[in-house]
């Protein structure tokens, strides 16, 4: 039987066809990662009720998968979960009060202090920082329980808007995440990156390049990836790819293939990246030195100091 004729996964309320099932098997996957990691923090730091509610979790993930795999008839890849550590030295950091916890919704009264806190010691360009904290200050926030995400920039409102009753990706970073939406605001009034011409070829030319290299990218993914838990990083290659390789984080191929999505996701990504980790870090292999080095010089010609 053809895929597009087999019937679709149900689980928790969703359909998810061959493909989006198969996203989502290694959504959990990462999940199930990212809680390992923290549950060895919380132990390497002697935070022993921290540390329980994680294993709690963890064993929930656990079940989660098996019964997910299960429903959509796909084999259990429990070595993608292993969680391997070379040395003391490589254990997980003790957890930072910017990662998202079980259940936490969007705090509008603290978004923009967190963030701005954390701009002062930011790898970042300058440039990109001073706009970040520009718009820190200078943006709406605005209740709207309707959408189905926990936030986003909504560029007919011009505001930020954000579901008190969703809660945030659990284990991520909630500046990294505010900072993102940010972005997409910046990128709409002040950079202009998705009417540059530069930068959306930079993005469109290195579609071709990434999918000739997949096993290579997807790599960088897979258990014990330098990338398997980044998910701003993840973001950008479903967004060069189109969806067409398989990252543990990533917008819906349909999202995709809508006008300018992939642009602005690319830019607002990599904003986040440079205020996380720094430009630098992001790899340039396989088309993405040409999208990095378009993003400087928007940066560098737009920024406010």
Same mark, same amino acid.
């Given at each position: 039987?053809?895929?597009?004729?087999?019937?679709?996964?149900?689980?928790?309320?969703?359909?998810?066809?061959?493909?989006?099932? #198969?996203?989502?098997?290694?959504?959990?996957?990462?999940?199930? =990662?990212?809680?390992?990691?923290?549950?060895?923090?919380?132990?390497?730091?002697?935070?022993?009720?921290? &540390?329980? #509610?994680?294993?709690?979790?963890? =064993?929930?993930?656990?079940?989660?998968?098996?019964?997910?795999?299960?429903?959509?008839?796909?084999?259990?890849?429990?070595?993608?979960?292993?969680?391997?550590?070379?040395?003391?030295?490589?254990?997980?950091?003790?957890?930072?009060?910017?990662?998202?916890?079980?259940?936490?919704?969007?705090?509008?009264?603290? &978004?923009?202090?967190?963030?701005?806190?954390?701009?002062?010691?930011?790898?970042?360009?300058?440039?990109?920082?001073?706009?970040?904290?520009?718009?820190?200050?200078?943006?709406?926030?605005?209740?709207?329980?309707?959408?189905?995400?926990?936030? &986003?920039?909504?560029?007919?409102?011009?505001?930020?808007?954000?579901?008190?009753?969703?809660?945030?990706?659990?284990?991520?970073?909630?500046?990294?995440?505010?900072?993102?939406?940010?972005?997409?605001?910046?990128?709409?009034?002040?950079?202009?990156?998705?009417?540059?011409? &530069?930068?959306?070829?930079?993005?469109?030319?290195?579609?071709?390049?990434?999918?000739?290299?997949?096993?290579?990218?997807?790599?960088?993914?897979?258990?014990?990836?330098?990338?398997?838990?980044?998910?701003?990083?993840?973001?950008?290659?479903? #967004?060069?790819?189109?969806?067409?390789?398989?990252?543990?984080?990533?917008?819906?191929?349909?999202?995709?293939?809508?006008?300018?999505?992939?642009?602005?996701?690319?830019?607002?990504?990599?904003?986040?990246?440079?205020?996380?980790?720094?430009?630098?870090?992001?790899?340039?292999?396989?088309?993405?030195?040409?999208?990095?080095?378009?993003?400087?010089?928007?940066?560098?010609?737009?920024?406010?100091?």
């Amino acid at each position: 039987m053809k895929p597009e004729n087999r019937p679709k996964t149900q689980f928790d309320g969703r359909e998810y066809d061959d493909y989006q099932a #198969a996203q989502m098997q290694r959504r959990i996957e990462a999940t199930i =990662r990212r809680q390992k990691r923290l549950k060895t923090a919380y132990e390497a730091a002697g935070l022993t009720d921290q &540390a329980t #509610a994680a294993n709690i979790r963890l =064993r929930r993930l656990n079940e989660k998968y098996h019964q997910f795999s299960k429903a959509a008839g796909l084999p259990e890849q429990r070595e993608r979960m292993r969680v391997v550590y070379v040395d003391d030295s490589n254990l997980a950091p003790a957890p930072q009060g910017n990662i998202v916890t079980e259940g936490e919704t969007f705090n509008p009264e603290s &978004a923009a202090v967190s963030l701005i806190k954390r701009l002062e010691d930011s790898p970042g360009m300058e440039d990109n920082m001073a706009v970040l904290r520009y718009y820190a200050n200078h943006t709406d926030l605005v209740v709207d329980k309707t959408m189905a995400g926990p936030i &986003a920039y909504n560029r007919s409102l011009d505001a930020i808007c954000y579901n008190p009753d969703v809660p945030l990706p659990y284990g991520a970073d909630r500046d990294g995440i505010f900072a993102h939406e940010l972005a997409h605001r910046a990128d709409k009034l002040w950079y202009g990156a998705t009417q540059d011409l &530069a930068w959306s070829t930079a993005v469109q030319e290195a579609e071709s390049v990434i999918l000739e290299n997949v096993d290579a990218v997807e790599s960088w993914f897979e258990t014990g990836g330098k990338y398997a838990d980044n998910a701003f990083f993840s973001d950008i290659i479903g #967004a060069v790819s189109k969806g067409k390789i398989n990252t543990p984080y990533s917008h819906s191929s349909e999202y995709w293939r809508r006008a300018g999505n992939c642009e602005r996701e690319v830019f607002a990504n990599l904003v986040a990246l440079d205020f996380l980790f720094g430009i630098d870090t992001v790899p340039v292999e396989f088309g993405l030195d040409t999208i990095c080095k378009v993003f400087r010089e928007i940066i560098g010609r737009s920024g406010l100091l």
